[in-house]
């Protein structure tokens, strides 16, 4: 059996109990199909193999090995992570295009008395979904920008804003990456196909109705790109702006960025591109820092020095409609829960 989706909400709320994907690892890995297993049926080197041998000896003894493959990947599945579902169970199966891959592994799991599905078309179909969302369609969402310069915990009052009932669109959590320079984070971006499945869940968790606030970018987080769609709404949207004063700006990101700021190979090898833009002198004045152990000194002059101009500029001509401005003399955790709180009746008094 088949399970036809028409829209990116009907994949996304399936209904199954478990949704498998049998691609490779490497596909797997890419992109794929928001909690689905992987459960491949062909690995990385059999897919290669199996089309070696398609394209270069013969179609038919390329079918023949390829299926001899899947059945002895799928029986070990059977026998090994799925052996514990009972007669009820209902997974819904899909590979690359809706092929061979998932209509042999549905397959066997029929035969056996599982209520088992494959998606028409298979993650190509799921794609054409969440490109038609962010590529192709304006977002339904009302989008509210939270701006401000670097350091002004505007990613830090984020959940601050969630538990209050504010929603809210983490973009950086997303890309899993702090926007900056210093931006890197443990195990790294996912694919710029893997953040969109990322983006694409989280808009749908969000009722278009209510403002949903999102944090000031660039239109790049680190090497992933914002999706036109996204971008263009974030362009369009009004803005609540953060102020802080330098110091207590610095003293937030000696805190939020202790981190990189402990490696200092690392933040030396990271700063020295800006050689070329800054000056040789500056950076050099960050290494002594660096060498002196010196973080909330640092933290200034990397924030007065190269993060502010660079958001200055940012603002040269863009008009912009700030709904509301909101000072801060700290940045502590109970000024940014004070700040919060400000935030969202600000949202409310503009909505």
Known sequence: MTRRFDTLDDFLDHGFDTVIDVRSPSEYAEDHIPG???????????????????????????????AALVFHNAATHIEGPLAGHDGGWRPLVYCWRGGQRSGSFAWMLQQI?????????????????????????????RLIQLGGHTGTAKTALLPRLAERGVQVLDLEGLANHR??????????????????????????????ARPVIVEAESSKIGTLI?????????????????????EARAHYLARAYDDILS????????????????????????????????????????????????????????????IARLTTDT??????????GRIAAAIEAAT
């Open 36 to 66: 689905a297993i992987s459960l491949p049926v062909l690995d990385d080197e059999e897919r290669a193999r199996v089309g070696t041998i398609y394209k270069q000896q013969s179609p038919f003894l390329a079918r023949k090995i390829g």
């Open 263 to 322: 490696d200092a190979e690392t933040l030396r090898t990271r700063l020295a591109p800006l050689r070329h833009h800054r000056g040789h002198a500056l950076v050099d004045d960050w290494e002594k820092l660096i060498a002196a152990g010196e973080r909330v000194a640092l933290c200034r002059s990397l924030a007065a020095d190269h993060y502010d101009p660079a958001y200055e500029r940012s603002r040269k001509g863009r008009e912009r409609q700030v």
């Open 226 to 246: 914002l999706p036109p769609s996204l971008w263009e709404g974030m362009k369009l949207a009004p803005w609540i702006e953060i102020a802080a004063p330098i």
């Open 113 to 141: 008395g599982w209520r088992a599905e494959v998606v028409p078309g298979g993650w190509r179909t799921y794609r054409r979904l969440v490109t038609g969302l962010l590529y192709e369609n304006p977002l339904p969402h």
């Open 179 to 208: 926007g900056s320079l210093l931006g890197q984070m443990p195990g790294g971006q996912p694919s710029q196909k893997g953040f969109e499945t990322r983006l694409a869940a989280a808009l749908h968790r969000l009722d278009p």
């Open 331 to 340: 940045l502590d955790d109970a000024a940014q829960d004070t700040l919060a």
